[in-house]
C-alpha cells in the first residue's frame, strides 16, 4: 500500500471514529419517585419532547421510584454501575435521597435534581419551583377568599408525604399565610398526609367532613390531585364546592378544568419548565463550557430564569397562578 494510501485510509479512521463518536448519544438516567401522577407523567412527556431526545442526542431512561426512597437509591446505584453520562432526580425524601447524590459524586456523575428539593448543596444543581412560595400562594388564595382578617375561618390541611421537600416547603408556606391573617383568625382543625394522593384524599376529608359537620370553610391541599379528592369528598355528602375555599398546587389537567368550573384555584408549577431545564443543565455539564440550551423555556421566562452558562446551584421556575383567563391556554398547550 502507497504511503498516500495509507494517510488516506488512516484519516478515513480517523473520521469514523469522530463521527461515531459525535453519533453516541449522552445518557442520562432519569430517577422519578411515582409514576402514578399526572404531574410526573407531564414531567416524563416533556422530556421525551426535548429537542436533544428528539434528534438522538440525548437518551433517557426513565426508572419510576413506586413512591420509596430506598427503592429510589437502588435505581441510581443501578444508573451508576452502567456507566449514565448524567443523572437527573426528582427525590421522594429530602434526607433519605441525599445517598444518590453521594455516590454518584464518588462515581464522577453530574446529578441535577428537579421538582422536589434534597438537604444538600453536593448536587450539580437544582432545577426546581419555589415550594415555600407555592405552598403560600395557595393557601393565600384560600385565606384571602375566605376573607381571614376580618372573619374567623376553620380550615384543614392535607399535606404531602411526610419528610418530603414539597410537604415540608409548602407547609412553611401554608403557615406564612396563615400568620399574616393575624392571631387567632385561622383554626387549622386537621393537618394530615395523603401522600400526594386524590384516592387517599378522599376519604380523609369524608371523615373531616363528618367529625367537623358544618365547621369547615376552607382546604388547602398541598397538590391539586388531593384537592381534588377533597372536591370529590365534598360533592359525595351533598354539599356545595362553592360554598367552600379550595386550592392545590400543581396545575393537573383535572385541577384546571376545576378552575374553571369555579371549584377550586391552583398554583401551577411548569413541568416542562422543570424537566427540559434539568435536561439542558445535565447536559452542559457533560459537555462542558459552550453549550448551549435547547430548550425554549429560557427564553420563555428570560426575565426571571437566567441561563448563567449552565453552571448556576439553583435554578428557579415561576408559578403561575391558574385563572379563567389563563385556563385554556394551558390546557391547548398539553395536546
Not at 419555589?130 to 377568599?145: C, F, P, S, T
Not at 384524599?201 to 391539586?224: C, S, T, Y
Not at 435547547?294 to 452558562?309: G, M, R
Amino acid at each position: 500500500m502507497k504511503l498516500t494510501q495509507i494517510v488516506w485510509f488512516a484519516s478515513a479512521v480517523m473520521m469514523g471514529n469522530m463521527a461515531m463518536a459525535q453519533a453516541t448519544p449522552v445518557k442520562i438516567a432519569v430517577l422519578m419517585y411515582g409514576n402514578k401522577a399526572e404531574f410526573v407523567q407531564l414531567m416524563e412527556k416533556y422530556a421525551k419532547d426535548y429537542p436533544g431526545v428528539k434528534s438522538g442526542e440525548v437518551s433517557l431512561t426513565f426508572y419510576d421510584g413506586r413512591y420509596d426512597a430506598s427503592i429510589q437509591n437502588d435505581q441510581a446505584a443501578t444508573a451508576i454501575q452502567t456507566k449514565t453520562d448524567a443523572i437527573i432526580v426528582n427525590p421522594m425524601d429530602f434526607e433519605a435521597n441525599i445517598d444518590i447524590v453521594t455516590h454518584a459524586n464518588q462515581a464522577g456523575i453530574p446529578v441535577v435534581v428537579a421538582n422536589a428539593r434534597l438537604n444538600t448543596d453536593a448536587m450539580t444543581s437544582e432545577v426546581i419551583s419555589n415550594d415555600e412560595l407555592g405552598g403560600y400562594l395557595e393557601a393565600k388564595a384560600v385565606l384571602d377568599k375566605l376573607d381571614c382578617k376580618k372573619h374567623k375561618v376553620n380550615v384543614v390541611i392535607i399535606e404531602g408525604p411526610k419528610g418530603g421537600s414539597g410537604e415540608i416547603q409548602r407547609g412553611k408556606g401554608n403557615d406564612k399565610a396563615i400568620a399574616e391573617c393575624g392571631a387567632g383568625q385561622v383554626n387549622v382543625l386537621e393537618r394530615k398526609t395523603a401522600n400526594w394522593s386524590r384516592a387517599e384524599a378522599q376519604p380523609l376529608v369524608e371523615n373531616w367532613l363528618q367529625k367537623h359537620r358544618g365547621k369547615i370553610n376552607g382546604v388547602i391541599g398541598q397538590n391539586d390531585e388531593m384537592a381534588l379528592g377533597a372536591i370529590e369528598a365534598i360533592k359525595g355528602a351533598g354539599l356545595d364546592v362553592k360554598d367552600f375555599a379550595i386550592a392545590g398546587v400543581d396545575g393537573v389537567s383535572d385541577a384546571i378544568h376545576a378552575v374553571q368550573a369555579g371549584e377550586m384555584v391552583s398554583i401551577l408549577q411548569d413541568a416542562k419548565g422543570q424537566m427540559q431545564g434539568a435536561i439542558d443543565v445535565a447536559l452542559r455539564a457533560v459537555k462542558g463550557k459552550g453549550y448551549q440550551p435547547q430548550s425554549d423555556i429560557w427564553q420563555q421566562y428570560a426575565k426571571d430564569l437566567k441561563w448563567e452558562d449552565g453552571t448556576q446551584k439553583h435554578y428557579f421556575v415561576p408559578w403561575t397562578t391558574v385563572t379563567a383567563a389563563n385556563a385554556q391556554q394551558l390546557l391547548d398547550a398539553r395536546k
